[in-house]
């Protein structure tokens, strides 16, 4: 990363007034923003994670066709969605824990390797660095994910399988909007610890706390505290892990029978487009307000 700092070059431009310095505030932050991810991408592509990352989700999809379950008819699901459907289910187990431990080291392992004290003597502005770290890390965490399943895509369309487009196209949205929810919360995560091992531990701890609070604890919860139906569906609903579960669960069973009574509640409440346009808003809003309280921080705070 040190060496890819160094290659940002100094801009040109130089202010002649005040008014040609406001101006020129937008392409320069833009410029910054740009170079940083694609600093931030070139070294993701020379790492070791991201080749394991890669070869997890694109050797998923070659075992699902492997092991035939593309033919297979399961709840009037055939073809490529009966893959897509138990590929959605993988990736909520694999994705987030990914993300986050990945993305933690961003921020803590450049505070100890000391790349801050370099980035302090660049012609490189702060906003600039943090958010194009964050769209550098969104395009590597996402490609693979999504090349896997338009691979899947574009072989079925090869064999004569037919292509859910529109399911391929939500799961497509729910997965980014996943993506983008944990590398916010990975992002806050990496600029409030101070070392590798203290991000790792803590990334860890929010995942399993997600993992925890799915349907299971909560109707346990109903069961020993007496909780109202209600309270415990709107705490399993602030979970983003729940969230994407319920939404992919109500593609193949829209009226959500595996959920029991809570589906009452939570179809009464959104209806079911309702309730798929919160389960992308919802996760994309929460990991954007994770990380810009993690750009006010990493401003904040004494970056060496």
Partial sequence: MVEGIHDLEMSDDVSRGPGVAVKKTIPILRSDLL?????????ALRSRWFALYSIVFGGLVGLLFVFGLTESQILGFLGLSRLLVTYIQICMAILPIFVLITTVRSLAGDREAGVFEYLLSLPVSLSGWFWGKVIGRFVVIFAPVFLA????A??????????????FGFYTALLAALSWCFLGLAMLISTVARSTDVAQGAAFFVWLVMVLFLDIILLG??????VEPEIAISIALLNPLQVFRTAAMMLFDPSMVLLGPSAFVILDTFGTDGYIAYALAYPIALGSVAAA????????????
């Fill in 293 to 304: 309280i993690g750009y006010v921080i990493f401003r904040r705070s004494d970056l060496p």
């Fill in 154 to 167: 574009g072989w079925a369309v090869h064999q004569e399988i037919p292509v859910p487009w529109s399911l």
């Fill in 35 to 43: 170079r940083v991810a694609r600093l931030d991408v070139s070294e």
């Fill in 149 to 152: 399943m338009a691979g899947a």
């Fill in 221 to 226: 919860l109903i069961v020993q505290q007496q």
